[in-house]
């Protein structure tokens, strides 16, 4: 990969970052998350992972789901994750076995006893497609270790990007990255 072309990337997966936690926290949806919520899972959590996935496949939830779950970069996923908070977006067109699926791949990689919240939004500017965010927290030690020393990461990454034409990949952040709530500005505007 070219330089140039590397931070590109780099620019286009921050960018993602700061749209999806803006829109998970300020945009209203059927089941709401908000601020406090991304608080809850984030509080002295450690260690964070970031996930974005669109698709507008026949599979659009599974699909969806999973890119925002894997972790490319870094090689891995949101598996034994102690706190989770994950926003579903889709058009007029979702449905609620979509919901579920997207649900279901979700709890199924993060620790069984994690602290879980879950959102939908219906915007009309998504027909036809489906947008999963997650934040996920609370990673052991040895899954910190793993990010750093496991030679599987590159076949990970390999799974987690083929066939994805959005390019949408998934960052780590830390908790200390999220303003207070008396930072916040009484619009929600967050990051802008």
Not at 34 to 61: E, H, P, W, Y
Not at 89 to 115: C, F, H, M, W, Y
């Amino acid at each position: 990969m070219a330089l140039q072309d590397a931070f590109l990337l780099a620019d286009d997966v921050l960018r993602q970052g700061v749209q999806g936690i803006s829109d998970i926290i300020t945009i209203p949806g059927l089941v709401n998350v908000d601020f406090a919520d991304v608080k809850a899972v984030m509080k002295d959590s450690g260690t964070a992972m970031l996930g974005v996935g669109v698709s507008s496949s026949k599979n659009r939830a599974e699909e969806a789901a999973e890119q925002a779950t894997l972790a490319p970069l870094i090689g891995s996923s949101i598996q034994s994750a102690t706190g989770v908070v994950y926003n579903i977006t889709g058009g007029k067109d979702i449905t609620l076995q979509e919901v579920n699926r997207v649900s279901q791949v979700v709890t199924s990689l993060a620790d069984p006893s994690a602290n879980i919240i879950f959102g939908a939004v219906v915007d009309e500017r998504y027909n036809g497609e489906i947008h999963v965010t997650i934040i996920a927290t609370g990673f052991t030690q040895s899954f910190q270790k793993t990010l750093l020393t496991d030679p599987k990461g590159a076949k990970l990454a390999e799974k987690g990007t083929r066939g994805q034409e959005s390019g949408r990949v998934p960052i780590t952040l830390n908790s200390s990255t999220l303003p207070s709530p008396a930072t916040r500005s009484s619009s929600r505007k967050l990051f802008f």
